[in-house]
């Protein structure tokens, strides 16, 4: 079974600074799609960028770019010049064809001003 | 475009009774996914839906049910609710089956049983 694992359940970071959230994930599979997400206090999820398991370019969105180790089965977002609007729970997501996509816990992530 | 659409957005309702959730996807999106949030048990995938049939379905017992209908809006159903059924349910929405796209979120129906 996929499973996902964000070892980072709080991350703080002070604003203008890069900040680096961990996910880590399970997979017999060669061809998924990987993804980061952001959950604000509206609660509503946000794609925030999204890896093709078959590129091994890495994704990257202006601030944000992901480290996508695929042997070591890794998929860390950094995000850069980090504002106060990053502020959110961000979640790591893997999804298979027309599997379920599969989260991990999430971590906090915290914007100092 | 509309995104998606989740009715109510805030929910009270007693243990034992039963609670039926809205999802409209984006349109011209044909599959609808079901999740439950909480703090404990983080995300869990209820079950998806394309083209009104359920093409899978997560580890929920059978209280837990939903439909699709032919414009793709999707309905999920809970009865004989437990305190333990308080959560924010989330509705996701895909284009098409079978491609390894990102799901697109709605707003959540928070759900409070007392």
């Known amino acids: 079974a996929q499973t996902v694992t964000q070892s980072q359940p709080e991350m703080s970071v002070q604003e203008a600074e890069t900040v680096t959230l961990s996910c880590t994930y399970d997979?017999?599979?060669?061809?998924?799609?990987l993804f980061w997400y952001k959950q604000p206090p509206s609660r509503q999820m946000i794609l925030v960028i999204r890896?093709?398991?078959?590129?091994?370019q890495n994704a990257t969105e202006n601030r944000f770019s992901v480290n996508f180790q695929k042997a070591a089965k890794s998929f860390s977002l950094k995000i850069s010049d980090s504002q106060l609007g990053d502020a959110a729970m961000y979640f790591c997501?893997?999804?298979?064809?027309?599997?379920?996509?599969?989260f991990g816990a999430g971590t906090r992530l915290t914007v100092k001003p | 475009k509309a995104g998606v659409t989740q009715t109510p957005r805030y929910l009270i309702k007693t243990r034992g009774q039963q609670v039926t959730l809205s999802c409209s996807p984006i349109?011209?999106?044909?599959?609808v996914s079901w999740y439950q949030q909480t703090p404990g048990q983080g995300l869990q995938f209820l079950f998806e839906?394309?083209?009104?049939?359920?093409?899978n379905k997560g580890n929920f017992p059978g209280r837990f049910s939903g439909r699709q209908f032919s414009n793709s809006r999707s309905e999920m159903n809970v009865s004989t609710l437990e305190l333990g059924d308080s959560a924010l349910y989330l509705c996701?929405?895909?284009?098409?089956?079978?491609?390894?796209?990102?799901?697109?979120f709605g707003q959540g129906t928070r759900l409070t049983v007392v």
């Open positions: 996701a929405s895909t284009p098409a089956a079978g491609v390894n796209t990102e799901a697109f």
């Open positions: 997979t017999s599979e060669s061809d998924y799609y």
């Open positions: 890896q093709e398991a078959y590129k091994q």
């Open positions: 997501a893997y999804r298979r064809g027309n599997n379920d996509m599969r």
């Open positions: 349109s011209g999106h044909r599959s």
């Open positions: 839906y394309f083209s009104e049939t359920q093409r």
